[in-house]
């Protein structure tokens, strides 16, 4: 039987749950740019995502799903904008992004993704 590790254990969440070789992230909310554009703010946190990825051996070719939520889905284009310059071609995930009042409202938009080690 495999084993669940957790990481980051919060009193609501974990930051990241690995389980049979996925790992399942919290989401991911702007550090170093919040109340920035949503260029500024995307690049950020897709930075933090690579990061993570790499700290657990993976990496953004084997990102499986990834949810966005938009604070304003009129920052759609200027977003995937930064997302199609990130994504490894020939290895897109699948997705989802919807609009979505943020628990900052400096926050212009959030990511989670699961990927496989």
Same mark, same amino acid.
């Given at each position: 039987m495999k084993t669940i590790t957790r990481v980051g254990i919060a009193t609501r969440y974990s930051d990241l749950v690995i389980k049979d070789d996925i790992a399942y992230f919290s989401g991911y909310v702007p %550090? $170093?740019?919040? =109340?920035?554009? !949503? $260029? %500024? *703010? $995307? *690049?950020? !946190?897709l930075d933090q995502i690579a990061q993570s990825l790499t700290e657990i051996g993976s990496d953004k070719t084997k990102v499986l799903f990834a949810t966005? @939520?938009?604070?304003?889905?009129? =920052?759609y284009d200027e977003m995937n904008a930064v997302w199609? =310059? @990130? !994504?490894?071609? =020939?290895?897109?995930?699948?997705?989802?992004? !919807? %609009?979505?009042r943020l628990a900052d409202p400096d926050y212009a938009l959030e990511i989670q993704v699961t990927a496989a080690l």
């Amino acid at each position: 039987m495999k084993t669940i590790t957790r990481v980051g254990i919060a009193t609501r969440y974990s930051d990241l749950v690995i389980k049979d070789d996925i790992a399942y992230f919290s989401g991911y909310v702007p %550090e $170093t740019s919040v =109340g920035r554009s !949503v $260029t %500024e *703010q $995307t *690049q950020d !946190v897709l930075d933090q995502i690579a990061q993570s990825l790499t700290e657990i051996g993976s990496d953004k070719t084997k990102v499986l799903f990834a949810t966005i @939520w938009l604070a304003d889905i009129a =920052g759609y284009d200027e977003m995937n904008a930064v997302w199609d =310059g @990130w !994504v490894a071609p =020939g290895h897109t995930p699948a997705r989802a992004c !919807v %609009e979505s009042r943020l628990a900052d409202p400096d926050y212009a938009l959030e990511i989670q993704v699961t990927a496989a080690l």
